[in-house]
């Protein structure tokens, strides 16, 4: 069962424009939301979070939408940048989580295109 | 500032073989430390966790074994590799109570 899911799987949009990316849960628990961008070869880094108290978090030209109800959240990646191609991947934790443990979804690989 | 070392970066290995991988963590005292697998293009799966020294939990069965002989160590090893075990591991750690997990630059493993 996965908890975490994303979409679309993969993304191509050009320079300048706004990528939005799609990310929704099941356990009602989960309280913690990070994004982690990854590059080929490399390990996943965080990229910006947010808690389920806020319904909006910002961070230069990216943003997270927060949907408590629907249990749906979104990453809004504006001014897009071939630099920012990469997986980007949604995460969840909550307090029945084992401890530090994220539950990953299968990442949106995001092509930009300049 | 804390950074995080994985050794090697990649492995070829053949089925049947052992493997040790490693992690050290340096400018961060006891952090809680983590092992991750990859598949080729897909999610992130936690393997192992560990809070202390000398103590490491099992998050998912996969023939694999981990331990912590240091603080700031962190190994992933198995006596027989499987095909199965291909892919990219990742080692992580998270300060205390905080709730970023910081991951190092992964270890590519081929099991051929």
């Known amino acids: 069962q996965q908890q975490v899911r994303q979409s679309p799987q993969s993304l191509t949009v050009w320079e300048g424009e706004t990528a939005i990316l799609n990310c929704s849960y099941e356990?009602?628990?989960?309280?913690?939301f990070p994004w982690y961008q990854q590059f080929p070869g490399e390990g996943p880094a965080l990229l910006i979070s947010i808690r389920s108290v806020s319904d909006k978090k910002e961070d230069g030209r990216f943003t997270i939408f927060f949907n408590k109800r629907e249990k749906k959240l979104s990453l809004h990646i504006t001014d897009s940048q071939p630099g920012d191609s990469a997986t980007y991947f949604c995460?969840?934790?909550?307090?029945?989580?084992?401890?530090?443990?994220?539950?990953f979804g299968r990442g949106t690989r995001l092509q930009v295109y300049a | 500032a804390q950074t995080i070392h994985q050794w090697p970066v990649a492995e070829i290995k053949a089925v049947g073989s052992p493997l040790s991988l490693g992690c050290t963590i340096k400018g961060k005292s006891s952090p809680n430390l983590y092992w991750y697998w990859q598949a080729t293009g897909g999610t992130l799966q936690q393997l192992f966790y560990s809070i202390t020294v000398g103590q490491v939990e099992s998050v998912v069965q996969l023939n694999l074994s981990a331990s912590r002989p240091k603080d700031d160590q962190f190994i992933l090893s198995t006596e027989k590799l499987l095909l199965s075990h291909s892919g990219f591991y990742l080692c992580?750690?998270?300060?205390?109570?905080?709730?970023?997990?910081?991951f190092g630059s992964g270890t590519r493993l081929t099991v051929l």
């Open positions: 992580a750690w998270r300060g205390g109570s905080a709730e970023t997990l910081y």
């Open positions: 356990d009602s628990t989960f309280n913690y």
């Open positions: 995460a969840a934790s909550g307090r029945t989580q084992v401890v530090g443990q994220l539950t």
